[in-house]
Each structure stands twice: as C-alpha cells, then as structure tokens.
C-alpha cells in the first residue's frame, strides 16, 4: 500500500473525528469509563487471589511428639519428615521454645505460668509447611504414621473453609471480568456504529463511484482504534492515580492486608488494557460497517 493511501487514511480519520466532534467525544468517554471498571474488577479480582494465596501459605501442620524422645530418634524423625513428597520445610519446636512462646501470648499475665515452669507440660514438636496448600491433609496423614509423632493437628475444619473460599473468590472473579469484558465490547461496538451510521450516505456514495470495501474500511477501522486507545489512556490514568493512592491508604492504615504493590502489577494490566482498547475499536469498526458496504 502507497503512502500516499495511507496519508489519505490517516487525514480522514483526524477529519472525521473532528467533524464528529461530539460523538467522539462520547466514544472515547465510553472506552474510557467501561475499561475504568473493567481495570477496578481486575485489580479486586487480583488481589482478592494474592490475599487468598498468602493465607493458603500460611497454613502450618504441628506435629507433636512422644515424650521422652532421645536426641537421636528426634534428629531421625526431621530427616524423614524432610524426605515426605510435598513437604516445603519443616522447624524443630523444642518444649521449653513452646513454652516461651506460650509466655509472649500472655503478655501482661506471665506469671500465671509461673506455677508450670518446672513441670513443663508442652510437648517437643515439628511446624511443617507444604509446597502446596492442597497438600497439607496428605502430607500431614504421612507425617501421623512416622514412629514417635504422638498426633498431628491442621486444623481441618479451617483449612477445608479456606480452600472452598478461596476457590469461589477466583470463580466468581473469573466470571465477572468475562461478563465486563463482554459488556465492554458491547457498548464500544453500539457507540462505533453509531458514528458509521452518521456517515451511511458517504459509505454509499463511496460505494456507488467504485471504491472497494477495504479502501472505506480503514479510515473507519483507524479511527475506531483510535477512539480505543485514547479511551483507554484516560482509564489508565486514573487507574493509575487510584490504586496508587488506595495502596499507600492501606501500608498506612492496615499494614497487615496482603495487596499487591502498583510496580507489581499495574504495567501488564496497563499493557492489557491497551492491547484490549485496539482489538475492541477495530472489531467494533468492522462490525458496525458490515451492513453498511452491502450497497
């Protein structure tokens, strides 16, 4: 294709934009809005997984042991708690460790312990972490059947209620960014063909003197990727803006909540967007000329 087409192309689209000033407008505050939301969803639905992963990592096996264990017999059930498929790591809990540790929870009332310092009841145990958090039941009923661990705790109950939550929250996040995507298509391609069906007379005329399909598609193909992309830069700037400053309130205010930071995430996500921008603004062009070149 001759530069000169391409020129032509490129002059028509800033002409028609211009011409359609208002609608234009419109087009590219559609974009804009739809991709604002679509981008929000995508950013809940993400870290709403981060949060669910960092729990799922959080779950810990506590295996405790028979007491009146020789050292040797405790180094040898770490060297086969270590051998277990799907075992991450696994720490030795000494009983006097637990027995400090049960002190700092306590805090202010230590004393209460005073009376259990010399006849330590705690017990000697293992802290063990899985590779994957749909592992800790397996890996736990192996550790159970090691000669001298007296009982296994993970809480049960709690693990199980994690893993079905967590697994709804990415469902559920699934199939509302599809649900929004598809609605975004949507609207972008009903605001487009609004603009083609403003210009049906010239798409006619065009027709009537011999111009092919292709020579009237890509002035109005341009100027849908146009509309996406300059829609899409407006989302992202305020997307941008937005999760910064809700990122900072929450380090600020709720330190403890796993989010992901901006610099991890919000460039493929900005990548995303645009790429989605201007494939919706060409589909949506060729879309709404279809019944229009039918001359």
Do not use: C
């Amino acid at each position: 294709m001759r530069l000169s087409t391409w020129e032509f192309y490129i002059r028509e689209t800033l002409l028609s934009l211009r011409r359609n000033s208002l609608m234009s407008l419109a087009s590219i505050s559609t974009v804009a809005l739809s991709f604002l939301i679509l981008g929000l969803f995508v950013l809940l639905v993400v870290n709403l997984n981060h949060m669910a992963d960092t729990l799922e990592a959080q779950v810990e096996i506590a295996a405790y042991l028979d007491s009146e264990l020789e050292e040797a017999e405790i180094a040898r059930i770490a060297r086969e708690i270590k051998a277990l498929p799907g075992v991450k790591e696994s720490e030795f809990v000494s009983r006097e460790e637990a027995l400090d540790r049960l002190r700092e929870q306590f805090g202010e009332r230590q004393d209460l312990l005073d009376s259990v310092e010399e006849m330590n009841p705690l017990r000697h145990s293992f802290e063990i972490k899985a590779e994957e958090a749909e592992q800790v039941k397996v890996v736990a009923q192996e550790v159970g059947r090691i000669e001298g661990v007296a009982e296994v705790k993970y809480r049960q109950e709690v693990v199980e209620r994690l893993f079905s939550l967590t697994r709804s929250i990415r469902i559920a996040g699934l199939v509302l960014v599809v649900l929004l995507l598809m609605a975004t298509v949507f609207l972008i391609s009903n605001t487009i063909r609004l603009t083609v069906f403003a210009r049906r007379r010239e798409i006619g005329i065009m027709k009537l003197v011999g111009a092919t399909d292709w020579f009237i598609r890509w002035p109005f193909i341009l100027e849908g990727i146009l509309l996406g992309v300059l829609g899409t830069l407006v989302s992202v700037l305020i997307l941008r803006r937005l999760y910064d400053w809700v990122v900072a309130s929450i380090y600020s205010s709720l330190p403890f909540i796993p989010v992901i930071p901006p610099e991890g995430i919000m460039q493929p996500l900005i990548l995303l967007l645009f790429g989605l921008g201007f494939f919706v603004g060409a589909f949506g062009s060729l879309v709404s000329l279809r019944r229009f070149l039918r001359v």
